[in-house]
């Protein structure tokens, strides 16, 4: 075990109806840089399911909860508070846990912290409106929270893209029910004693399970107790989700996958576009849905572009998460490692290799490390451009005009999050305009924060995450007429 974890409970346990439930047989978390031990987590199934969705129902039918938007704000702050307290401790939990670089870690715990500060905020501000269609008749129009909330929580920002979902559906009023990532098991478990001690929250208002399967997942969508899910993860188990819940049509959130196109004008400001691309490609070690995945270069900046990205990505730190020069950790798992230096293989045999990524030099063999890889593709229409690799793996095309990079970046399924890259700001804007995607960044790529609404076109999902749209997902609208006469 990694010395660092003995100061963590190395036994996560479900959290339900306020109380703590280890139960069944338990899986192990190991650390994907070197195969250490983490701890243990209780693989729950189809019970602990059912009991977590009953305690939910019982906290929304039965407490003030989703009457208490005072309640419901400060309790909001308090778990803002009691995360950032221990931020610490979190990141680097997350870091061994989950492999990525430790500043990752800190960023998303902060960033957690802040988006449950948001919607404190908007727990108080969900206003209705009054029309009167008619003489002596008015119609109320009020928001009220949608009931019981299932959320699937994804292993690559585990804590991020939890509450992102969870604060939204709590200031809206709604209770939750949560299937916690068995990767990050025991950093969900701490994150759920933080949030346990938060004064003024009713038992039940959270619940989270821990499995090591799907059954979990499966009940969640299928049970006629939950009223809403929200699910960020793969275009393919999106589907699956859409179609089982609609035999009840369920309220769906989907945030699915992404194929991010970064279009590089050859106006551009080259240092900062390689500079800045090559950070998007590598976040989380290439595994998050917006990460940048398509360069996109115009042919007169082609060569000079190809050029210093190479170089780049050779000087490239890859390394275990807790060092302070490495600029990428592990991926999730060695399978993940494999199934990345497979494709890699498969790409070489079509298309140029610019940068062939593969084992790193110096690291554990059993650890889960994988270097960068660049590689030119002629046909949009190819494998290397269509499919979502969760890799940090990035591919590079050419256009000749500004209309050929548009119809190059909508040229996929996804529709997700793009990057524009060019020193003129009608371009940009107008390159933006037309990018069939939920997000465009102009001279960045993945800023992401509390305030701003994020999610896909096309087969990247639908519903809004973040923002004051993120709150809709979890709020029913309801019209309250009544005839009230005249003088």
Not at 391 to 415: H, I, K, Q, S, W
């Amino acid at each position: 075990m990694s010395s660092e974890a003995t100061r963590w409970d190395t036994q996560a346990a479900h959290w339900i109806g306020g109380a703590w439930l280890p139960s069944g047989p338990a899986f192990a978390s190991t650390n994907p840089a070197d195969a250490s031990l983490i701890g243990h987590a209780p693989a729950g199934g189809t019970a602990e399911a059912q009991a977590a969705i009953n305690a939910a129902r019982h906290a929304f039918d039965t407490t003030p909860w989703r009457h208490s938007p005072r309640l419901r704000a400060q309790v909001l702050l308090d778990m803002a508070n009691r995360l950032a307290a221990d931020a610490a401790s979190l990141a680097l939990l997350l870091t061994l846990e989950n492999g990525k670089v430790l500043r990752e870690s800190a960023g998303e715990v902060e960033g957690a912290a802040s988006e449950l500060r948001y919607y404190a905020g908007m727990a108080r501000s969900a206003a209705g409106r009054v029309v009167e269609p008619a003489p002596g008749v008015r119609s109320l129009i009020t928001h009220e929270a949608a009931g019981v909330v299932a959320i699937i929580v994804p292993w690559n920002a585990p804590l991020i893209l939890f509450v992102r979902s969870l604060a939204p559906a709590l200031a809206a009023g709604c209770t939750v029910v949560v299937k916690a990532a068995p990767q990050a098991a025991l950093f969900m478990h701490r994150v759920a004693q933080r949030l346990a001690e938060t004064e003024g929250l009713p038992p039940g208002t959270i619940n989270i399970v821990h499995e090591a399967g799907s059954d979990v997942a499966q009940a969640f969508v299928a049970a006629p107790g939950v009223d809403a899910l929200s699910y960020t993860g793969s275009t393919a188990v999106g589907k699956a989700i859409m179609a089982a819940a609609a035999p009840q049509l369920k309220r769906l959130s989907l945030e699915l996958g992404g194929k991010a196109p970064c279009v590089v004008c050859d106006d551009a400001d080259l240092g900062l576009a390689v500079r800045e691309i090559l950070a998007a490609g590598t976040i989380l070690s290439g595994q998050q849905c917006t990460a940048a995945s398509r360069i996109l270069v115009h042919r007169k900046l082609l060569g000079d572009f190809r050029e210093a990205m190479a170089a780049a990505m050779h000087d490239f730190r890859v390394g275990p998460g807790h060092l302070p020069d490495s600029r990428m950790g592990a991926v999730i798992d060695v399978a993940n490692r494999d199934r990345i230096l497979r494709l890699v293989e498969d790409l070489s045999e079509g298309h140029r290799m610019v940068v062939r990524g593969g084992p790193v030099a110096g690291l554990p063999a059993h650890g889960a490390f994988v270097s960068p890889t660049l590689v030119e593709v002629d046909d949009p229409q190819s494998a290397a451009v269509q499919d979502e690799h969760f890799a940090p793996l990035m591919t590079l095309e050419v256009f000749d005009c500004d209309r050929g990079a548009v119809a190059l970046a909508n040229a996929t399924r996804f529709g997700l999050g793009a990057s524009v890259w060019t020193r003129d700001s009608g371009r940009a804007q107008r390159i933006a305009r037309e990018i069939r995607c939920g997000t465009v960044w102009i001279n960045a790529h993945n800023k992401l924060f509390a305030e701003a609404e994020v999610g896909g076109y096309k087969e990247s999902g639908f519903g809004r995450l973040h923002g004051a749209e993120g709150m809709h997902d979890f709020l029913e609208i309801k019209h309250v007429y009544q005839e009230i006469g005249s003088l």
